[in-house]
């Protein structure tokens, strides 16, 4: 066992404002959405458009830092023990049985983490960003000086944004859920918060990331 | 670390930038201080009326008045005959009918039905001295009423059922000498009191905006703006701003929130992109009639019935009319909720001698416009139904006499006879009348356009954006959020939030209990071997 630096600074940044922001579009979107009555309708609307506003932002900064890391990498899925994962979170976990794949810094995401966040990542999010901006900056029929996008209907767009806020809370109960399968029951939120995990094998070598220039993570 | 810092300085500012570009205040419009500057500049008149010689020598007849006034506002009086105070009428392009000479003088409405056969009591409210429907009398400038609309004394009045001329308690010289602007006494005078009563037809014109305050009218409020009608029914040459839809048909000569206000008036930009689909009476009218109720509901067919061979009347608790033997039952309304439809200006009139079904309500009145017509809008209506007299062979709505002067002579209020009634009143606009009548429900829209609230009462985000029972729930054809949503995404949304908990309680709960039965089994083998040394040590 060793301690490793597995989160960096701006990965721990970027995952806690994203979840801050998840929880609070979640929160004022669904007011929108007229099932809950929390922070009232006008001020859900403002705070629901300033938050997506600064989740844009932060998903510019992340693609680029996923980019230029080569860290988009961890979230190419595969089928290798996809299937030994799975049975892990069924039987394994009751047994006190091993993880099946070894968490190591350059591969720190299990196949089924890879496959739900690359799901995440190229489905979910993107439906949500385009449909929310779509929401943002579609105006009715209309015909004077206003310029924006004249969209007969809202309902398409609507609907499609409404499934992903719901995948997305599914995702996010079930990720606070999924948080206390690691070595020990917090270890992975340790890890999250402080950027060290204690884990198995040979501690890595000092260089983790590319320079730039410098073809990337070749397998 | 040092670039961590930079990242996230860099991160900071941008989300700062964002948000001052999202708070942008619109320069559109004419900020409210201004506008209170503006009409806080009461005009005084230019000259003293009462010192004219002119205004000073005895009136014997109301006609003398409005030659001494032409005397010296020549011209004048040609441009009132060209308007729709003194016609009753005028050109309106209508949909599916063509181009139509349409006004008070031959529409029916749902109240007291039209002026035909009852001008000599109707007539009070033209701008004439004794309303006769001939061109003898339309084309006599000395018939124009200056007084009607320019008189400042207060003291000015119309007699009752003698065509519009002046009430002989009226001392023509005293109000000649004390004339200018139009106030809201002049057009209230009138405007408050359509349909035979106070707030009767409008909902939103009464005689509480004589002497209103902010709360039932921010615009009149006298301890307000204490704007006059004219302030926004401007005229050029005796031409007012506005018409109503009761009897106009065009998208023209309206008069708009927006030209005061701009098309973009609130510093919030949510609120500024509902300006193009919710007019802005829609929610600064919360409700109409605030103060004294107006008529929602006109049911002629109970009228006739007679106490001891005499009409009576009936009031409810707040001396409301209920009924009345010459016109029937009524239900009225106070703080009432608009109707809210999509209007693009134009409409359509049921025009006498048009078809009807007598099996369905009968549209007196159609506003036009939808979700997709660009150019419409949400507006706030008051409906008005009732149940009117119609022929029940030739299928048309019956325009019947109701004023009467004389026994026999047919009008309803006088005999109490329909056949007769009905009979006077379609020889009046040369239609036959088959001698079967019957009632026929109808219908009527007015756009309430008055009693602005304080804004403090503007109709909420979640009166309309609210999943049960809000003000648009029978608004369709479109996405309201809030409102509007998928039965089946929700139902996909609940089932898998539902799946996902139920699965973590199970899944969580078996690693709870395996893992007690482990570290108790644990716990248990360590015991043993514990007790089987010290066993084994005795
Ligand atoms: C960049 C991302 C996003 C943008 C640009 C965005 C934008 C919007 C906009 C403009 C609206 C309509 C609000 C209005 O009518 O003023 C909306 C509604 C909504 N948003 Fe988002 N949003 C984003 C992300 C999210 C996320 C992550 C969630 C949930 C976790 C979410 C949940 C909702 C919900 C439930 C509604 C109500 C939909 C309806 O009932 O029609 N949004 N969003």
Same mark, same amino acid.
């Given at each position: 066992?060793?301690?490793?630096?597995?989160?960096?600074?701006?990965?721990?940044?970027w995952?806690?404002? *994203?979840?801050?922001?998840?929880?609070f579009?979640?929160?004022?979107?669904?007011?929108?959405?007229?099932?809950?009555?929390?922070?009232?309708?006008?001020?859900?609307?403002h705070?629901?458009?300033?938050?997506?506003?600064?989740?844009?932002?932060?998903?510019?900064?992340?693609?680029?830092?996923?980019?230029?890391?080569?860290?988009?990498?961890?979230?190419i899925?595969?089928?290798?023990?996809?299937?030994?994962?799975?049975?892990?979170?069924?039987?394994?976990?009751f047994?006190?049985?091993?993880?099946?794949?070894?968490?190591?810094?350059?591969?720190?995401?299990n196949?089924?983490?890879?496959?739900?966040?690359?799901?995440?990542?190229?489905?979910?999010?993107?439906?949500?960003?385009?449909?929310?901006?779509?929401?943002?900056?579609?105006?009715?029929p209309?015909?004077?000086?206003?310029?924006?996008?004249?969209?007969?209907?809202?309902?398409?767009?609507?609907?499609?944004?409404?499934?992903?806020?719901?995948?997305?809370v599914?995702?996010?109960?079930?990720?606070?859920?999924?948080?206390?399968?690691? *070595?020990?029951?917090?270890?992975?939120?340790?890890?999250?918060?402080?950027?060290?995990?204690?884990?198995?094998?040979?501690?890595?070598?000092?260089?983790?990331?590319?320079?730039?220039?410098?073809p990337?993570?070749?397998k | 670390?040092?670039?961590?810092?930079?990242?996230?300085?860099?991160?900071?500012a941008?989300?700062?930038l964002?948000?001052?570009?999202?708070?942008?205040?619109?320069?559109?419009?004419?900020?409210?201080?201004?506008?209170?500057?503006?009409?806080?500049?009461?005009?005084?008149?230019?000259?003293?009326?009462?010192l004219?010689?002119?205004?000073?020598?005895?009136?014997?007849?109301?006609?003398?008045?409005t030659?001494?006034?032409?005397?010296?506002?020549?011209?004048?009086?040609?441009?009132?005959?060209?308007s729709?105070?003194?016609?009753?009428?005028r050109?309106e392009?209508?949909?599916?009918?063509?181009?139509?000479?349409?006004?008070?003088?031959?529409?029916?409405?749902?109240?007291?039905?039209?002026?035909?056969?009852?001008?000599?009591?109707?007539t009070?409210?033209?701008?004439?001295?004794?309303?006769?429907?001939?061109?003898?009398?339309?084309?006599?400038s000395?018939?124009?009423?200056?007084?009607?609309c320019?008189?400042?004394s207060?003291?000015?009045?119309?007699?009752?059922?003698?065509?519009?001329m002046?009430?002989?308690?009226?001392?023509?010289?005293?109000?000649a000498q004390?004339?200018?602007?139009?106030?809201?006494?002049?057009?209230?005078?009138?405007?408050?009191?359509?349909?035979? !009563?106070?707030?009767v037809?409008h909902g939103?014109?009464?005689?509480?905006?004589?002497?209103?305050?902010?709360?039932?009218?921010?615009h009149?409020?006298?301890?307000?703006?204490?704007?006059?009608?004219?302030?926004?029914?401007?005229?050029?040459?005796?031409?007012?701003?506005?018409?109503m839809?009761?009897?106009?048909?065009m998208?023209?000569?309206?008069?708009?929130? @927006?030209?005061?206000?701009?098309?973009?008036?609130?510093?919030?930009?949510?609120?500024?992109?509902?300006?193009?689909?919710?007019?802005?009476?829609?929610?600064?009218?919360?409700?109409?009639?605030?103060v004294?109720?107006?008529?929602?509901?006109?049911?002629?067919?109970?009228?006739?019935?007679?106490?001891?061979?005499?009409?009576?009347?009936?009031?409810?608790?707040?001396?409301?009319?209920?009924?009345?033997?010459?016109?029937?039952?009524?239900?009225?309304?106070?703080?009432v909720? +608009?109707?809210?439809?999509?209007?693009?200006?134009?409409?359509?009139?049921?025009?006498v001698?048009?078809?009807?079904?007598?099996?369905?309500?009968?549209?007196?009145?159609?506003?036009?416009?939808?979700?997709?017509?660009?150019?419409?809008?949400?507006?706030?209506?008051?409906?008005?139904?009732?149940?009117?007299?119609y022929?029940?062979?030739?299928?048309?709505?019956?325009?019947?006499?109701?004023?009467?002067?004389?026994?026999?002579?047919?009008?309803?209020?006088?005999?109490?006879n329909?056949?007769?009634?009905?009979? @006077?009143?379609?020889?009046?606009?040369?239609?036959?009348?088959?001698?079967?009548?019957?009632?026929?429900?109808?219908?009527?829209?007015w756009?309430?356009?008055h009693?602005?609230? +304080?804004k403090?009462?503007?109709?909420?985000?979640t009166?309309?954006?609210?999943?049960?029972?809000?003000?648009?729930a029978?608004?369709?054809?479109?996405?309201? +959020?809030?409102?509007?949503?998928?039965?089946s995404?929700?139902?996909?949304?609940k !089932?898998?939030?539902?799946?996902?908990?139920?699965?973590?309680?199970?899944?969580?709960?078996a690693?709870?209990?395996v893992?007690?039965?482990?570290?108790?089994?644990?716990?248990?083998?360590?015991?043993?071997?514990?007790?089987a040394?010290s066993?084994g040590?005795?």
């Amino acid at each position: 066992m060793k301690k490793e630096y597995v989160y960096r600074a701006f990965e721990r940044f970027w995952h806690w404002t *994203q979840a801050a922001l998840i929880i609070f579009l979640g929160v004022s979107g669904f007011e929108i959405h007229g099932s809950l009555h929390f922070f009232g309708y006008e001020n859900a609307v403002h705070y629901h458009n300033i938050a997506a506003i600064s989740f844009l932002i932060l998903i510019a900064f992340a693609i680029f830092w996923h980019l230029t890391t080569g860290e988009w990498r961890q979230y190419i899925p595969t089928w290798k023990n996809l299937r030994a994962q799975a049975e892990y979170y069924i039987f394994g976990i009751f047994r006190n049985a091993p993880h099946p794949t070894k968490k190591t810094v350059l591969s720190k995401l299990n196949p089924l983490q890879k496959i739900v966040y690359a799901g995440l990542k190229v489905l979910v999010i993107p439906v949500m960003v385009i449909t929310g901006l779509l929401y943002m900056f579609y105006r009715y029929p209309q015909k004077y000086e206003v310029l924006s996008l004249n969209i007969k209907n809202l309902e398409a767009i609507a609907i499609l944004h409404t499934v992903g806020a719901f995948l997305l809370v599914a995702f996010f109960i079930m990720h606070l859920y999924l948080i206390t399968t690691g *070595q020990t029951v917090t270890s992975n939120l340790k890890a999250m918060i402080t950027g060290y995990e204690e884990l198995e094998g040979e501690p890595h070598e000092k260089k983790k990331y590319p320079e730039v220039n410098e073809p990337v993570l070749s397998k | 670390m040092k670039k961590i810092f930079f990242a996230l300085l860099l991160l900071g500012a941008s989300i700062g930038l964002v948000l001052t570009a999202l708070h942008k205040n619109s320069t559109e419009s004419t900020p409210l201080s201004e506008l209170r500057k503006q009409y806080s500049q009461k005009t005084k008149p230019s000259v003293d009326h009462s010192l004219f010689p002119q205004l000073k020598k005895k009136f014997t007849k109301p006609q003398q008045v409005t030659a001494a006034c032409i005397s010296c506002h020549n011209g004048r009086t040609e441009e009132v005959m060209h308007s729709t105070h003194w016609n009753w009428e005028r050109l309106e392009y209508i949909k599916g009918k063509g181009i139509r000479a349409i006004g008070k003088r031959n529409i029916l409405n749902n109240f007291c039905i039209g002026i035909a056969g009852s001008e000599k009591s109707c007539t009070r409210c033209h701008v004439g001295y004794g309303y006769a429907n001939t061109a003898a009398y339309f084309t006599d400038s000395l018939n124009v009423d200056c007084l009607a609309c320019h008189d400042n004394s207060g003291t000015y009045m119309k007699a009752n059922e003698k065509a519009g001329m002046p009430d002989t308690s009226v001392n023509l010289n005293f109000v000649a000498q004390h004339v200018g602007k139009p106030t809201r006494t002049d057009c209230g005078a009138c405007h408050f009191f359509g349909g035979g !009563g106070n707030n009767v037809k409008h909902g939103d014109l009464e005689m509480a905006l004589f002497d209103p305050s902010r709360n039932v009218d921010v615009h009149m409020a006298s301890d307000g703006a204490d704007m006059q009608c004219v302030d926004c029914h401007t005229a050029q040459k005796h031409q007012m701003l506005g018409k109503m839809y009761s009897v106009s048909s065009m998208n023209r000569n309206r008069v708009q929130c @927006e030209t005061c206000h701009g098309s973009m008036p609130h510093t919030d930009n949510v609120l500024n992109d509902h300006t193009l689909k919710v007019a802005c009476q829609t929610c600064h009218i919360p409700v109409y009639a605030k103060v004294n109720p107006t008529k929602l509901f006109w049911d002629w067919s109970q009228a006739g019935r007679l106490k001891d061979g005499k009409p009576f009347e009936e009031k409810d608790s707040n001396g409301t009319d209920v009924y009345m033997s010459i016109k029937g039952a009524f239900v009225w309304g106070k703080n009432v909720k +608009p109707d809210y439809l999509w209007f693009n200006g134009t409409a359509s009139h049921y025009l006498v001698g048009d078809a009807i079904d007598p099996s369905k309500m009968v549209k007196i009145n159609t506003l036009y416009g939808s979700y997709d017509d660009p150019d419409a809008k949400i507006y706030p209506v008051k409906i008005h139904r009732g149940k009117q007299i119609y022929d029940a062979q030739y299928h048309y709505l019956i325009q019947p006499k109701l004023f009467s002067d004389k026994p026999g002579d047919g009008g309803y209020w006088g005999d109490f006879n329909w056949n007769r009634a009905a009979e @006077e009143g379609m020889k009046k606009i040369n239609l036959p009348y088959s001698g079967k009548y019957g009632f026929v429900e109808t219908e009527m829209y007015w756009p309430v356009n008055h009693m602005i609230s +304080p804004k403090e009462q503007t109709v909420s985000c979640t009166e309309c954006h609210t999943r049960e029972n809000g003000r648009l729930a029978n608004l369709n054809g479109f996405y309201l +959020p809030g409102r509007d949503y998928n039965a089946s995404v929700e139902l996909f949304g609940k !089932g898998i939030l539902l799946l996902t908990l139920v699965g973590i309680i199970l899944h969580g709960g078996a690693r709870i209990v395996v893992r007690r039965k482990r570290s108790k089994m644990i716990s248990n083998s360590k015991a043993e071997t514990i007790s089987a040394k010290s066993k084994g040590a005795k």
